[in-house]
């Protein structure tokens, strides 16, 4: 089955204990981003990939760091976390070779205390 | 002020009837998603077009690309419908996509 997997769902964390949320994709889409979602702010765009080894800051990058090594694969790293970072996360996909729509994962919604 | 303007902001609607919800933008755009997400969070999108019209179902989404002005068209609306609809044009220069507020969408039976 096409997807996107997140991981985890939920988690709960402490003020600069680093993370990192995974995400993987199995159809083998050239562009990858994350997005984080907030109430009365709508989906943002954190980071994002065109293809492997090619990232670039979206509209809010700090204190997150990604990594696209494999073009499966494109990681969400909070090297020292903080409150203002408790939100819900959206990792999403798509090809432009063959016009896909967006995929996305199914979340993560991570607290900072 | 946001690049993408959504209206309305809130909609109710009564089962059956005909629902239209807009999304304006600013930029310069390869491409437009309409996008939909239940309550509990997951998001679906429902079209990428460039151009013209596309239609999938009850749904119908259009696009004036001169007039950066999006369209979608729920006909015969149905309580499944509620939901939140978001439009996320796509930039021309490195696909940076940027995402209007939302229209949360009530259907009544």
């Known amino acids: 089955e096409a997807q996107v997997t997140q991981n985890p769902r939920y988690l709960i964390t402490v003020t600069g204990k680093k993370l990192t949320v995974t995400c993987s994709q199995n159809m083998n889409h050239e562009y990858m981003s994350w997005y984080r979602q907030d109430p009365g702010l709508g989906l943002r765009q954190i980071y994002y990939?065109?293809?492997?080894?090619?990232?670039d800051k979206g509209d809010v990058p700090e204190g997150y760091k990604v990594s696209r090594k494999e073009k499966r694969n494109f990681p969400l790293i909070l090297e020292s976390p903080s409150p203002n970072q408790t939100s819900l996360y959206f990792c999403?996909?798509?090809?432009?070779?063959?016009?896909?729509?967006?995929?996305f994962g199914n979340g993560t919604r991570l607290t900072v205390t | 002020k946001n690049e993408v303007e959504q209206s309305p902001q809130n909609l109710t609607a009564q089962e059956g009837e005909f629902i239209t919800i807009n999304c304006s933008y600013s930029?310069?755009?390869?491409?437009l998603h309409w996008l939909q997400q239940h309550p509990g969070g997951g998001i679906v999108s429902l079209f990428m077009l460039s151009s013209g019209k596309k239609k999938h179902g009850r749904l119908i989404a259009t696009i004036n690309i001169q007039e950066k002005h999006s369209s979608l068209h729920i006909t015969a609306s149905h309580p499944r419908d509620s939901a939140v609809y978001i439009c996320?044009?796509?930039?021309?220069?490195?696909?940076?996509?940027?995402f209007g507020e939302g229209t949360q969408l009530t259907v009544n039976p």
């Open positions: 990939s065109m293809n492997v080894e090619v990232t």
């Open positions: 930029v310069g755009i390869s491409a």
């Open positions: 996320a044009p796509e930039e021309t220069s490195g696909s940076r996509l940027t």
């Open positions: 999403a996909s798509f090809s432009y070779s063959y016009n896909s729509p967006l995929h």
